[in-house]
């Protein structure tokens, strides 16, 4: 049986393969900041995007309760600006959620494009 974090990992590889073969820039995996991280960082056009990815290997799981909790996307809205920052980032941005449903060896890819917008005042 496969750890969470081996699950986690190889769910991450295949979205960031499965971006790159559809026109995405990988810049960043796994990129972290204390005490922060984003999954894949990558850039679409003109567009950088700030991509949190999740994977599940059960498929009984419910996907519609895969939702972010406030406090992790306040935390990925605070390492996207501080990842801006040091690359002095001054265009577009969005955030997306991709969600990996796996059973033996099949993937259910599910990418929802600008999920969320954390707005002027924050998450």
């Known amino acids: 049986m496969s750890s969470p974090w081996s699950v986690g990992q190889e769910g991450e590889q295949y979205a ?19 005490p922060y991280e984003v999954d894949i960082i990558a850039r679409v056009t003109d567009v950088l995007v700030f991509i949190e990815v999740k994977t599940r290997i059960d498929p009984g799981y419910d996907i519609k309760r895969w939702g972010m909790s406030q406090a992790k996307k306040r935390s990925l809205v605070n390492a996207s600006y501080m990842y801006m920052e040091e690359v002095c980032w001054d265009g577009e941005f969005r955030f997306d959620i991709i969600t990996l449903q796996r059973w033996e060896e099949e993937w259910k890819f599910t990418h929802y494009a600008d999920a969320f917008f954390p707005g002027l005042k924050g998450i």
Do not use: D, F, H
């Open 16 to 34: 960031a393969q499965r971006l790159y073969t559809t026109g995405y820039l990988i810049l960043e995996r796994n990129w972290r900041s204390k």
